[in-house]
């Protein structure tokens, strides 16, 4: 098959990237490579990918997807995106254009091209406020508290409207906070290492008082892949599914796990909640479960000694 991946030097991209190429398909990546959180760790991603024969990469905005030639791409997996709930309240506009208009042309270019497939990322962050726990895809999504949450929501009103309109079968994927090796610098895991391994000082919102559904990276992409396997044998779908651990964890707990795994200490500032932050979030996946029949689960423990151990 012929993979299109979005955002493929971000973090989930380059996983779901390696995945689809040590199963022999071939990859077409296109991604900006954008300042968002240093490019360092994206070139690095990129220069990983650049070894296998089937990976082909575009360095191009997405807004420019149209000057894209390839013909006969399967499934288009759509993962670029100003990612980042707090940057989302210092450049509201940016996040509209980059998650939202540039979404539009991408299914423009997939109607355009008769893409007839169009996975996309939404995020846990659309359940903002509603306080329901294990938070289930039926859950009204209407209480949003980020702009980041805000685009994510319309990325799937979009999905509906190209799928009911167009026929272009969509699944949108609510990944709740991911983590693994190449992992994103600007991330609570990768914060708190960073910090133990430079004797920096860490910060904990609310007190470290909030919890978190954190989801290793193998699982998010095995449970992609495993919906495109699905979804070769049916004609007509318009989905979203939660991907979670499925386990929430106090955040504080959280930096006493990677204390012990480093062996490290380091200075910790109490702060008051942020407005932005909801204050938990647990992940029901029956639905995605049930569709795919993928059940593996790497457990936080084991999870974060793989980011160690990636150091
Ligand atoms: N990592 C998480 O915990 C998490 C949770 C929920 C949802 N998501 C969503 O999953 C997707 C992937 O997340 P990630 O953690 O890999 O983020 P990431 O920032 O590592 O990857 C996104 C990539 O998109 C690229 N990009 C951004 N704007 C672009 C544009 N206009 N044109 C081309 N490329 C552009 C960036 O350079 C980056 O490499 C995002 O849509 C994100 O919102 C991630």
Not at 229 to 242: D, E, M, P, S
Request: charged share 25%; glycine share 6%; aromatic share 12%.
């Amino acid at each position: 098959m012929k993979i299109l991946i979005t955002g493929s030097a971000g973090f989930i991209g380059f996983h779901l990237a390696s995945l689809f190429l040590k199963k022999k398909h071939t990859v077409i990546g296109i991604d900006n490579l954008c300042k968002s959180y240093g490019v360092k760790v994206k070139k690095k991603r990129l220069s990983e990918l650049r070894k296998q024969k089937n990976f082909k990469f575009y360095k191009k905005d997405l807004k420019f997807i149209n000057q894209i030639k390839e013909k006969k791409i399967d499934y288009i997996i759509h993962l670029a995106a100003q990612a980042g709930v707090r940057l989302s309240q210092d450049k509201p506009e940016l996040f509209i254009n980059d998650n939202i208009l540039n979404t539009v042309k991408l299914f423009e270019f997939a109607k355009k091209e008769g893409i007839k497939n169009v996975f996309y990322a939404s995020s846990s962050s659309v359940y903002g406020n509603s306080n329901l726990y294990p938070s289930t895809e039926d859950i009204n999504i209407n209480k949003p508290i980020s702009i980041y949450g805000i685009t994510k929501g319309c990325n799937e009103d979009l999905a509906y409207y190209y799928n009911y309109v167009y026929g272009i079968n969509t699944i949108g994927f609510r990944f709740f906070t991911v983590y693994g090796p190449y992992g994103r610098p600007d991330m609570s895991i990768g914060i708190f290492f960073k910090a133990l391994l430079n004797k920096e000082k860490i910060s904990l919102f609310n007190n470290g008082n909030n919890y978190r559904d954190y989801t290793y990276v193998d699982d998010i992409v095995g449970q992609i892949y495993s919906c495109v396997l699905r979804t070769l044998k049916i004609k007509k779908y318009n989905k979203v599914f939660n991907i979670g651990g499925e386990k929430t964890i106090q955040i504080k707990k959280l930096l006493n796990l990677i204390e012990k795994i480093s062996k490290r200490k380091t200075k910790v500032i109490f702060s008051k909640k942020n407005k932005l932050d909801p204050v938990k979030s647990l992940a029901d996946n029956s639905q995605i479960k049930k569709f795919t029949n993928f059940k593996k689960s790497t457990s936080i423990l084991e999870g974060l000694k793989k980011v160690y151990k990636s150091l």
